[in-house]
T-cell receptor, first 116, second 110 residues
Framework: ETGVTQTPRHLVMGMTNKKSLKCEQHLGHNAMYWYKQSAKKPLELMFVYSLEERVENNSVPSRFSPECPNSSHLFLHLHTLQPEDSALYLC???????????????FGNGTRLTVT | DQQVKQNSPSLSVQEGRISILNCDYT??????FLWYKKYPAEGPTFLISISSIKDKNEDGRFTVFLNKSAKHLSLHIVPSQPGDSAVYFC?????????FGAGTRLTVKP
């Protein structure tokens, strides 16, 4: 049990489907993140919600849409994805404070997404 | 724009010897550096970190060294154990922006 739970663990979807990834953290953290891990590439930061404020990476296509209803839950809504979007999607959380007050990210086990 | 680089995709060492994993970064604004370990089918787990005001942090068999002038970070594992076999990710952050390297697969042979 990592304290960060992601569902589903595996997802296969067609390019015309709509699906959502879910993440829940039980660590009392106040920031949540979506990362994408493709084969042999660094983890790519997609979205950050910190203190209920969304920080967006402008290079993320609009077919990915995050939602953070509260500090414990994070969703990633998927719509009309492409095969190249197949990857491991990792959720993470952390405790953020003022500048210089750093803490590590705690990751979930990820959702392995395959787009056919 | 890859701001954190791990140039060695793999490393193999003998049990009991030292493992040295290296990492380079380009953004001088990074003020917090971390190493994560990842087993198959699991998310990365935090291993050890270091603030930019320090040049060394030690935790048991794991030591992280930071050379700010060279923008270089390394992780030393000694003695290495077969259970240390995993993918190791270097990360660097400023504020809420944490960037990762591509990882180095460490294999510790019995």
């Amino acid at each position: 049990e990592t304290g960060v739970t992601q569902t589903p663990r595996h997802l296969v979807m067609g390019m015309t489907n709509k699906k959502s990834l879910k993440c829940e953290q039980h660590l009392g953290h106040n920031a949540m993140y979506w990362y994408k891990q493709s084969a042999k590439k660094p983890l790519e930061l997609m979205f950050v919600y910190s203190l209920e404020e969304r920080v967006e990476n402008n290079s993320v296509p609009s077919r990915f849409s995050p939602e953070c209803p509260n500090s414990s839950h994070l969703f990633l809504h998927l719509h009309t994805l492409q095969p190249e979007d197949s990857a491991l999607y990792l959720c993470a959380s952390s405790l953020v404070g003022g500048r210089g007050n750093n803490s590590p990210l705690h990751f979930g086990n990820g959702t392995r997404l395959t787009v056919t | 724009d890859q701001q954190v680089k791990q140039n060695s995709p793999s490393l193999s060492v003998q049990e009991g010897r030292i493992s040295i994993l290296n990492c380079d970064y380009t953004n001088s604004m990074f003020d917090y550096f971390l190493w994560y370990k990842k087993y198959p089918a699991e998310g990365p787990t935090f291993l050890i970190s270091i603030s930019s005001i320090k040049d060394k942090n030690e935790d048991g068999r794991f030591t992280v060294f930071l050379n700010k002038s060279a923008k270089h970070l390394s992780l030393h594992i000694v003695p290495s154990q077969p259970g240390d076999s995993a993918v190791y990710f270097c990360a660097a952050s400023v504020s809420n922006d944490m960037r990762f390297g591509a990882g180095t697969r460490l294999t510790v042979k019995p």
